[in-house]
């Protein structure tokens, strides 16, 4: 192995987050695991060779803090991985403004955040990697899922300008894309406030949820492949900006790339059935 590289993991109480830390410590890099509240994943507890911070990612003040705290213990972060997020689920149409709000101070400005902590640091120090958990919903809308894919997407570009803002500086940018996996942000996340139980459109969701399922063969894929492509993205393959990663990531994107608009509507409604 290459020397050790420091780096900073946000969103860890629980899966991928977990994962990718652990993933980096096996390999013998030091890992700061952030959250808002550390100590809650019972993986990261076991492990001595991974160092919990405090960090909310909605919270200036507890970004610059916990990136400051990590970098004054190492002396410097080479590699910083976006990895905190929610998901809002709800028919557009039913959205409320502090829903949106909450839904993209999270997944968007949170990237924001931590760039402006590290990226200037890493530019004094000669670059450095930073890479995104994203989303196939980042390249594609679904039905009751709108407002994530919004943030998502807003994730891609965000990705994409800082790679063009960065790369020739010496800091690598990247995103990875998943479908769906066997983690808890589907169990952790919330529903739309007028999406009342019960009602048309929330039946009409748990349909098309049920649905979704059939692209990935049934079950979830298992999440330590989304942990592997972080660690390969921010270790081996530089100049690669997007890491689809998942069955139903690459027969989505693949069917998106390949098809009209018109044919590829046809098609997921057709896989879906979801005629309604």
């Known amino acids: 192995m290459s020397d050790p590289l420091n780096v900073l993991v946000t969103g860890c109480s629980s899966g991928f987050g977990e994962l990718i830390a652990v993933s980096f410590a096996d390999l ?12 809650k994943s019972a993986l990261l507890n076991a492990r001595s060779d991974v160092e919990q911070l405090a960090l909310d990612v909605t919270d200036t003040a507890s970004v ?3 990136i400051g705290e990590a970098i004054r213990r190492c002396g410097r972060l080479d590699v910083l991985v976006n990895n905190a997020g929610i998901e809002v689920f709800g028919a557009v149409h039913l959205l409320s403004d502090d829903e949106v709000v909450r839904q993209f ?3 968007v400005t949170g990237v924001v955040r ?3 902590a590290v ?5 004094a120090n000669g670059g450095g990697a930073i890479v995104t958990v994203g989303s196939v919903a980042g390249r594609v809308g679904a039905p009751y899922g709108g407002l994530y894919a919004a943030s998502k997407h807003a994730v891609e570009a965000l990705t994409e300008s800082m790679h063009f803002e960065l790369a020739h500086r010496g800091i690598r940018v990247s995103v990875v894309e998943p479908g769906q996996f066997a ?4 169990a952790n996340s919330t529903v739309a406030a007028a999406m009342v139980e019960g009602g048309d459109e929330y039946e009409r969701w748990q349909r098309y ?4 399922r059939t692209l990935a063969s049934g079950e979830p894929a298992d999440p330590q492949l989304v942990a592997d492509a972080v660690v390969r993205a921010a270790t081996e393959r530089p100049g690669v900006l997007r890491h689809a990663i998942g069955r139903d990531a690459d027969l989505v994107l693949g069917a998106k790339g390949s098809m009209s608009f018109e044919d590829f509507d046809a098609a ?6 979801w005629h309604e």
């Not at 990226?119 to 530019?123: D, I, K, Q, R, S």
């Not at 997921?268 to 059935?273: K, T």
């Open 119 to 123: 990226v200037p640091h890493m530019l």
């Open 105 to 107: 101070d999270t997944n």
């Open 209 to 212: 949820r049920a649905a979704q």
């Open 28 to 39: 013998g890099h030091r890992v700061f695991a952030t959250m808002r509240t550390p100590g």
């Open 114 to 116: 931590t760039a402006r």
């Open 64 to 66: 610059d803090a916990a």
């Open 268 to 273: 997921m409604r057709a896989v879906l059935g």
């Open 183 to 186: 983690t808890n942000l589907a």
